[in-house]
């Protein structure tokens, strides 16, 4: 009989990181805003700087944090990249990140809603516009829409029927989010807008519209990344 695999502990680093996130968002502290200094984190949490440095190094990785050397940590993000299993939030550039996403994204998700269209049950296209008015409640309300963004766009790559697209899956999941992140609530009302196109050419089993919905939904996104890109530039060259 095999035996089971001991679960490794969890450090003490590992915890710290969990607490720090824990009061992130219960403060809350903000997308844009400061985390408290190093000394302060220390006798917040009661550990070692060390400690504090694993913690903060921790959700960096996972794209919650930013650090700007003389400046502070600031909260670029209140979502973890939970299933980033290709290792996406150790890569330091986040913009040039989003752009080499972007380029895959295209290159698959507006072949995806087209075999959705062709392969989904009239069922699966309910569900998908109930994810898609969920989205789009959220982001009205101002609350934090990303999670419920991943579910709908991994969810059209379901109804595409294809298994290999669903091991596809984190790819998707962290490019939502890493564009979610650096764009932050600019593309409101593009986004629910290409989103609803996206599902009424479900609905009308429209491939060509639907694949036409998704292009414009991701070229709305890569307009802002290089406007970003090109003002980071700008800034460096001052």
């Given at each position: 009989?095999?035996?089971?695999?001991?679960?490794?502990?969890?450090?003490?680093?590992?915890?710290?990181?969990?607490?720090?996130?824990?009061?992130?968002?219960?403060?809350?502290?903000?997308?844009?805003?400061?985390?408290?200094?190093?000394?302060?984190?220390?006798?917040?949490?009661?550990?070692?700087?060390?400690?504090?440095?694993?913690?903060?190094?921790?959700?960096?990785?996972?794209?919650?944090?930013?650090?700007?050397?003389?400046?502070?940590?600031?909260?670029?993000?209140?979502?973890?990249?939970?299933?980033?299993?290709?290792?996406?939030?150790?890569?330091?550039?986040?913009?040039?990140?989003?752009?080499?996403?972007?380029?895959?994204?295209?290159m698959f998700e507006p072949e995806i809603v087209m075999l959705a269209c062709k392969n989904a049950t009239e069922e699966q296209i309910k569900e998908a516009e109930r994810l898609c008015k969920e989205v789009e409640d959220l982001y009205k309300q101002g609350i934090d829409h990303i999670y419920k963004d991943i579910e709908f766009h991994c969810y059209l790559a379901?109804?595409?029927?294809?298994?290999?697209?669903?091991?596809?899956?984190?790819?998707?999941?962290?490019?939502?989010?890493?564009?979610?992140?650096?764009?932050?609530?600019?593309?409101?009302?593009?986004?629910?807008?290409?989103?609803?196109?996206?599902?009424?050419?479900?609905?009308?089993?429209?491939?060509?519209?639907?694949?036409?919905?998704?292009?414009?939904?991701?070229?709305?996104?890569?307009?802002?990344?290089?406007?970003?890109?090109?003002?980071?530039?700008?800034?460096?060259?001052?």
């Amino acid at each position: 009989m095999h035996q089971k695999a001991p679960v490794p502990k969890r450090t003490l680093g590992q915890k710290t990181e969990d607490r720090l996130m824990k009061f992130i968002l219960d403060e809350p502290i903000r997308v844009g805003e400061k985390i408290p200094n190093e000394y302060e984190l220390t006798e917040l949490f009661k550990v070692g700087r060390s400690t504090v440095r694993e913690a903060v190094k921790g959700l960096v990785s996972r794209g919650v944090l930013e650090v700007r050397r003389g400046d502070g940590t600031y909260v670029i993000s209140t979502s973890y990249m939970e299933n980033d299993v290709l290792g996406f939030g150790s890569v330091q550039d986040k913009y040039q990140l989003a752009m080499d996403l972007f380029e895959v994204r295209l290159m698959f998700e507006p072949e995806i809603v087209m075999l959705a269209c062709k392969n989904a049950t009239e069922e699966q296209i309910k569900e998908a516009e109930r994810l898609c008015k969920e989205v789009e409640d959220l982001y009205k309300q101002g609350i934090d829409h990303i999670y419920k963004d991943i579910e709908f766009h991994c969810y059209l790559a379901k109804l595409s029927g294809n298994v290999v697209v669903e091991r596809l899956l984190p790819v998707i999941n962290t490019a939502v989010v890493t564009f979610a992140n650096i764009t932050y609530r600019s593309l409101k009302e593009e986004t629910l807008t290409t989103h609803r196109e996206i599902v009424n050419s479900l609905k009308k089993r429209d491939a060509v519209g639907a694949r036409c919905a998704m292009i414009m939904h991701l070229t709305y996104n890569r307009q802002v990344i290089v406007e970003l890109l090109e003002e980071r530039k700008k800034k460096k060259n001052i």
